[in-house]
């Protein structure tokens, strides 16, 4: 079959099955199969795929059809200026996601193109220790890491396979030396931290339990449900962050968390009851997304 014929049948196949913009994804999946360029693959439709080549594809865009993640299918997605790894182990990184690596890089001094909030800053250190809670893939320790030359950072999550799929990360962009990767439940009382952090960041749970029957198919059924569900109001993570905030962080320190679309001003409020001054940022869509806090 031709790629026009097979592009053809694919983008048919995705809308059928309500798959966001089916002709875009159809020939995404095809570009990245043949490792060419988009352009290459609608300029030339009458190049003949072969036989396996052709039943690759119609498997691959099957899973799509079952909203399976474009990024699990390909196993990579994009993260700023990075391509990170990824499988069903964690979490697909997003754009909100961005703006807490570009905070916390400003709060270590940086500049982050198209960063334009207001932000608190660190003074100026010779190393920075940073604390990321939940690293998942890893892409706010890397960015943290590979973004700043003097911060060394501390990944921790409850995941095994997680932390494989980050140290992958921190090796792909030869970070490993600098991160710290730490198999631990934050939630659990017992688990111990050095402490003294600069900069604690975090992109926890926080979905209500009552909430997940209604997020989208390609994330309630694919997407581990560990780094998504926090308890009833899913606010669990943000009250133990905000409960050990004194005894992990410096007294000049900055604590920067992602947060639900509704969540932002009472979790700004629990770091305020914890002796803390808050900023809110907001996404691109003029939603609040992450809460910064450093001590009064």
């Known amino acids: 079959m031709t790629l026009g014929k097979l592009l053809k049948k ?117 190393q920075y220790k940073v604390l990321d809670i939940g690293t998942g893939s890893g892409c706010l320790a890397v960015s943290i890491a590979k973004g700043h030359a003097s911060a060394f950072v501390d990944a921790v999550d409850i995941s095994v396979n997680a932390l494989d799929i980050a140290r992958k990360n921190a090796e792909r962009y030869g970070v490993q030396e600098k991160i710290n990767f730490i198999n631990a439940d934050f939630l659990d009382k017992s688990i111990v931290l050095s402490g003294d952090y600069d900069l604690i960041v975090s992109n926890p749970p926080y979905i209500p339990i009552k909430e997940m029957p209604y997020l989208m198919e390609s994330v309630r059924n694919y997407e581990p449900y560990n780094a998504l569900a926090a308890g009833e109001d899913g606010l669990i993570f943000y009250h133990e962050i905000a409960k050990r905030a004194a005894s992990l962080l410096l007294d000049s320190g900055i604590i920067i968390v992602e947060c639900g679309y509704n969540q932002g001003h009472e979790i700004s409020e629990m770091f305020f009851d914890k002796g803390f001054i808050t900023l809110l940022l907001k996404d691109l869509s003029g939603i609040n997304r992450v809460v910064a806090a450093t001590k009064k």
């Open 10 to 126: 694919a983008s048919e196949y995705l809308f059928e099955r309500n798959v966001e913009d089916p002709s875009l994804e159809a020939g995404l999946l095809l570009s990245w199969l043949l490792k060419k360029d988009v352009g290459y693959i609608y300029a030339n439709p009458e190049i003949v795929l072969d036989d396996e080549k052709e039943k690759e594809y119609l498997s691959i865009v099957e899973r799509r059809g079952r909203h399976e993640p474009y990024a699990y299918i390909t196993g990579e997605c994009g993260f700023l200026d990075y391509t990170f790894y990824v499988d069903p182990n964690v979490l697909i990184p997003r754009g909100d996601t961005e703006l807490l690596a570009q905070s916390a890089l400003y709060a270590l001094g940086q500049q982050p193109a198209f960063f334009n909030q207001d932000m608190f800053r660190l003074n100026k250190k010779k």
